[in-house]
C-alpha cells in the first residue's frame, strides 16, 4: 500500500463568538391552543418523524388524545418512528400504534404527494426538526408537500422549531438549473432559516412548480434567537447523534462526495474522518454495520484520520462559517487524485465549481470569497421571510 504523509491542521472550527441559549424556547408544535381550532374537526394530513414532540409525547398521540382526525402520516426519509438508513427506501403502510395509514415520501413513490394522497384532507400539518442545510433532505419534503397542498387547495400549516445551525449563512450557491433531492431550492449550504422561515419563502418566491401558492400558515417559536445554540432534545437522524456532530455536519458533509469516511459505522458519525490510505498519526477507526448504517464505507477495514469528536467538549461554539480546510489538505496530499472526489460531491455543491476549486489548488479563502456575492444576495432576499 503506497504511504502518504498529510499534514493536517485542525483548524478553526470553533470560537466563542455566541452565546448558549438560556431562555426557554417554546415551540410551535407546544402552542397546541395556537393551531388546535385551525385543524379541529377537519381530516388532517401530518409530515412527522421521531422529532415531532411535545415534551416527551408524539405529536400524533398529542392530537388524537384531542380529537384531531388525523387521516394520514406522511413519512421523510429515516421514516416514521424508527430511524432508518441514510438513502434507505421507507415503506408505506400503517403505523402499528395508531393504526393510521403512512405514506412514505422517500420510496417507490418518491418525494411528493400525489393528489389521491391528499384526497379529502383539508389541512397538512407539517413538524420535522431540521439542521439547517441544504443537503439535508427534510426540507426537500418540506418544498414537494407544500408544492401538493398548493396544487390541490390544501392549507399547509408548519410548526416551526429553532435552527441548530442559524446563527449563519455560507457556502456556495447551487448552479442555474441545477437541482436534486439534495439540492431543491436557490439557497446556500447553510441557509441560517428555520423551517417556517424557509417555507415562507419558498412560497413567496415562486420556487414552487408552476409558481403556485399554497394557504399556508406559520406557528412560531416563543422565546428564540436566531443566534441561540438550541440543544435538539431527539437526534435528527441516524447519523447525528449529538450537537457535536449538528454542528460539524455542514462542513464535513462534503467528505460524503469523496473517498472518504465521515465514521458511519462508529460512534462517532460526521464526527471523524479517514479512510485506510491516510498515514497513522495516532487515530484510527474500524467502521462496522450498525443501526442507521447498515453498510458503511469502508466496512470492516481500519481507517486512519482525524478525530473531531472532542471539538465542543469545553462548551467552545462553533465559527459561523464552512471549514474546507481539512477538506483541502488532504486532497493536496492524496496520491490518487483522480479518484478522490466521486459525483455526489457535484451533487452536495450544487455543482462542479467547489471541485474545479480545489483542484485547482485556491485555498479555503479564495474558495469563500467566491461565494460572498451570491450569500449576500440570499440573505438580503431572505430577510422578509424572517420571523426571528
Known sequence: MKRIIVFIVLLGLFSTTLLPQVRSIVTGADQVDNYIQLIKGKPVGLVANQ???IGKTHLVDTLLSLGVD???IFAPE??????????AQISTGTDPVTGISIRSLYGAKKYKPEPEDLKGIDVVIYDIQDVGTRFYTYISTMHYVLEACAENGVKMIVLDRPNPNGYFV????????????VCIDNIPVVHGMTV??????MNGEGWLKNSVKCDLQIVKCKNYKRKDLYQLP???????PNMNSVYLYPSLCFSEGTILSCGRGTPWPFQVIGSPLLPDRGFSFTPTPGPGASNPRFKGVLCYGIDFTHAFEKGDIPKPYIDLQWLIDIYNNYPEKDKFFNSYFDTLAGGPKLREQIIAGLSSDEIRKTWKAGVRKFSADRKKYLLY
Not at 431527539?234 to 447525528?240: A, C, D, E, Q
Open 51 to 53: 422529532t415531532s414532540l
Open 70 to 72: 388525523i387521516k394520514v
Open 78 to 87: 429515516h421514516g416514521f418512528r424508527d430511524l432508518a438508513d441514510d438513502g
Open 170 to 181: 455560507d457556502g456556495p450557491m447551487p448552479d442555474p438549473g441545477v437541482r436534486s433531492f
Open 196 to 201: 417556517g422561515e424557509l417555507a415562507s419563502m
Open 234 to 240: 431527539v437526534k435528527p437522524s441516524p447519523n447525528l
